[in-house]
């Protein structure tokens, strides 16, 4: 009995203090129950962003002083650093600030997030000692990509490509490439967007290598090692329209690139000849006349870079001569051109590329071809007029003249068949004889109109009084003739 006696007495202090232990957490969690009743809407008490106090205010409320405070924070700066060169940016100007909205959330949501004793956890915590969350930073990057890239251009080198130079004794060098160097905006971008919540935030901007587009040993492999062959043709510098045709054409060939094995075509590098593509009207031969149309001088460009082919020993995949005989080369060696239907080509058989350039100063167009030079045969283009044909004669009657008129309508033009060789020498002896093209270049007759038509006769005079009339003599048939 006694020792039940003496477990009595001590449990019922144990229980007591069970029980008051369970009434002050009871007290404790009704305190904070109530509290959040009446703090419903409204952020807990000690809650901050950053130095901004938004506790016991409603969110109406705890916006208006965070946007106060966003709007002080955007005159902050950054200080962007590469090597001895820094810039100090204003958040404004980076696209960057509070986030006011996240701010807004995070401190609404403090104490109301997690399970029960979590809750009670941080309401009791920022009641006791305040909680100051951190301040939510944006940052707009394409507007901190741009404001960086303009301040990076101080300081960016840009790459140098390989090229090739062409001196104007037609020596070619290489221009070695060389790597530059740039801001990395998008390391900086990731920079910024770590740092930006620190007081003073300073950035070191990374830089990075940039290759150059077209390495030295690329321009190398092109073989381009010098003057393969040039020729040079003339034209009247008065005939503007023409010159203007012939720079137009000439410039889409300038500075052209054919790759080894590749076949070249005129039309296809130079385009329509249009209005729309710069060209004016002038002369240009059709159906055996000389007429005005768009483009008239391209084909002296085509001429002129035929001849040229020829010289460098390169195959002729396509040419087709005109229908009457050109004053500006040989006879023989001319290459007419018609966008869509006839075409001047030829096909790169060398190892390396082949480069055109153009150029037309006061009376002459010259056309070069640049490449592999070494071992080139010395080429040598004869021209030779097998036949001459004489022009027919073709006669109209013509009842609108008097019988025994004649007039000329059209001079004839003579015709020839023509052979054209090309000779290659190496070492003065001839290696190659090829027979590169054999035209007819048809004659134009001589058209004469021969007069049909009755003989008008003059009339004859009256008499003057005392004296003796005078006959007025009437041609007749075997009369004087009108060569026009």
Same mark, same amino acid.
């Given at each position: 009995?006694?020792?039940?006696?003496? @477990?009595?007495?001590?449990? !019922?202090?144990?229980?007591?203090?069970?029980?008051?232990?369970?009434?002050? !957490?009871?007290?404790?969690?009704? !305190?904070?129950?109530?509290?959040?009743?009446?703090?419903?809407?409204?952020?807990?008490?000690?809650?901050?962003?950053?130095?901004?106090?938004? %506790?016991?205010?409603?969110?109406?409320?705890?916006? +208006?002083?965070?946007?106060?405070?966003? /709007?002080?924070?955007?005159?902050?700066?950054?200080?962007?650093?590469?090597?001895?060169?820094?810039?100090?940016?204003?958040?404004?100007?980076?696209?960057? %600030?509070?986030?006011?909205?996240?701010?807004?959330?995070?401190?609404?949501?403090?104490?109301?997030?997690?399970?029960?004793?979590?809750?009670?956890?941080?309401?009791?915590?920022?009641?006791?000692?305040?909680?100051?969350?951190?301040?939510?930073?944006?940052?707009?990057?394409?507007?901190?990509?741009?404001?960086? &890239?303009?301040?990076?251009?101080?300081?960016?080198?840009?790459?140098?490509?390989?090229?090739?130079?062409?001196?104007?004794?037609?020596? #070619?060098?290489?221009?070695?490439? &060389?790597? +530059?160097?740039?801001?990395?905006?998008?390391?900086?971008?990731?920079?910024?967007?770590?740092?930006?919540? =620190?007081? =003073?935030?300073?950035?070191? /901007?990374?830089? @990075?290598?940039?290759?150059?587009? #077209?390495?030295?040993?690329?321009?190398?492999?092109?073989? *381009?090692?010098?003057?393969?062959?040039?020729?040079?043709?003339?034209?009247?510098?008065?005939?503007?329209?023409?010159?203007?045709?012939?720079?137009?054409?000439?410039?889409?060939?300038?500075? =052209?690139?054919?790759?080894?094995?590749?076949?070249?075509?005129?039309?296809?590098?130079?385009?329509?000849?249009?209005?729309?593509? +710069?060209?004016?009207?002038?002369?240009?031969?059709?159906?055996?006349?000389?007429?005005?149309?768009?483009? %008239?001088?391209?084909?002296?460009?085509?001429?002129?870079?035929?001849?040229?082919?020829?010289?460098?020993?390169?195959?002729?995949?396509?040419?087709?001569?005109?229908? /009457?005989?050109?004053?500006?080369?040989?006879?023989?060696?001319?290459?007419? #051109? #018609?966008?869509?239907?006839?075409? /001047?080509? !030829?096909?790169?058989?060398?190892?390396?590329?082949?480069?055109?350039?153009?150029?037309?100063?006061?009376?002459?167009?010259?056309?070069?071809?640049?490449?592999?030079?070494?071992?080139?045969?010395?080429?040598? *283009?004869?021209?030779?007029?097998?036949?001459?044909?004489?022009?027919?004669?073709?006669?109209?009657?013509?009842?609108?003249?008097?019988?025994?008129?004649?007039?000329?309508?059209?001079?004839?033009? @003579?015709?020839?068949?023509?052979?054209?060789?090309?000779?290659?020498?190496?070492?003065?002896?001839?290696?190659?004889?090829?027979?590169?093209?054999?035209?007819?270049?048809?004659?134009?007759?001589?058209?004469?109109?021969?007069?049909?038509?009755?003989?008008?006769?003059?009339?004859?005079?009256?008499?003057?009084?005392?004296?003796?009339?005078?006959?007025?003599?009437?041609?007749?048939?075997? %009369? &004087?003739?009108?060569?026009?």
């Amino acid at each position: 009995m006694g020792g039940a006696s003496r @477990r009595s007495r001590l449990l !019922f202090p144990v229980l007591g203090m069970g029980l008051l232990v369970l009434l002050l !957490f009871s007290i404790i969690i009704v !305190f904070l129950l109530a509290g959040e009743a009446k703090a419903s809407g409204t952020i807990y008490r000690g809650v901050k962003v950053g130095p901004v106090d938004l %506790g016991g205010l409603r969110d109406v409320e705890a916006r +208006g002083r965070l946007e106060h405070f966003a /709007l002080q924070k955007q005159s902050d700066h950054v200080r962007l650093i590469v090597g001895e060169k820094s810039w100090e940016v204003s958040l404004a100007e980076l696209g960057a %600030g509070i986030d006011v909205e996240e701010a807004l959330v995070r401190a609404s949501r403090y104490g109301r997030e997690g399970h029960f004793f979590n809750r009670l956890s941080q309401r009791w915590h920022a009641n006791k000692f305040g909680a100051q969350l951190p301040v939510p930073y944006f940052v707009r990057e394409d507007e901190a990509t741009a404001k960086i &890239a303009e301040l990076a251009r101080e300081v960016n080198i840009p790459p140098t490509d390989a090229s090739l130079s062409v001196g104007d004794d037609d020596s #070619v060098h290489v221009l070695p490439a &060389a790597p +530059g160097r740039e801001v990395d905006l998008t390391a900086a971008v990731i920079k910024l967007k770590d740092e930006i919540n =620190h007081e =003073h935030p300073e950035i070191r /901007l990374e830089i @990075r290598a940039v290759p150059p587009g #077209v390495e030295t040993s690329q321009i190398e492999a092109m073989q *381009i090692k010098g003057l393969m062959s040039v020729f040079v043709t003339k034209f009247n510098p008065a005939n503007t329209n023409r010159v203007e045709n012939i720079q137009v054409a000439a410039a889409a060939l300038h500075d =052209h690139l054919i790759a080894p094995g590749e076949t070249f075509s005129f039309n296809q590098v130079v385009g329509p000849r249009s209005t729309e593509a +710069g060209y004016k009207e002038a002369i240009v031969i059709e159906e055996n006349e000389f007429r005005p149309g768009v483009g %008239g001088g391209v084909c002296q460009v085509s001429t002129t870079l035929y001849n040229a082919v020829l010289r460098a020993n390169l195959p002729i995949a396509e040419r087709r001569r005109h229908s /009457l005989v050109v004053d500006y080369v040989p006879v023989g060696t001319d290459a007419t #051109v #018609v966008y869509g239907i006839t075409d /001047l080509k !030829f096909i790169n058989d060398t190892t390396g590329y082949l480069l055109l350039r153009t150029r037309v100063a006061q009376d002459k167009l010259t056309v070069k071809i640049f490449g592999n030079n070494e071992d080139l045969p010395e080429v040598t *283009i004869l021209s030779e007029v097998e036949e001459v044909i004489a022009p027919p004669v073709k006669e109209v009657q013509d009842p609108a003249l008097p019988a025994g008129r004649v007039m000329v309508e059209q001079e004839g033009k @003579r015709g020839y068949r023509t052979k054209v060789t090309r000779l290659a020498r190496q070492g003065g002896l001839v290696v190659s004889t090829e027979v590169i093209s054999r035209d007819l270049y048809p004659p134009v007759p001589r058209v004469v109109r021969l007069g049909t038509g009755p003989v008008q006769e003059s009339p004859i005079p009256a008499p003057v009084e005392g004296t003796e009339s005078q006959g007025v003599p009437v041609t007749g048939a075997g %009369g &004087a003739r009108d060569n026009g």
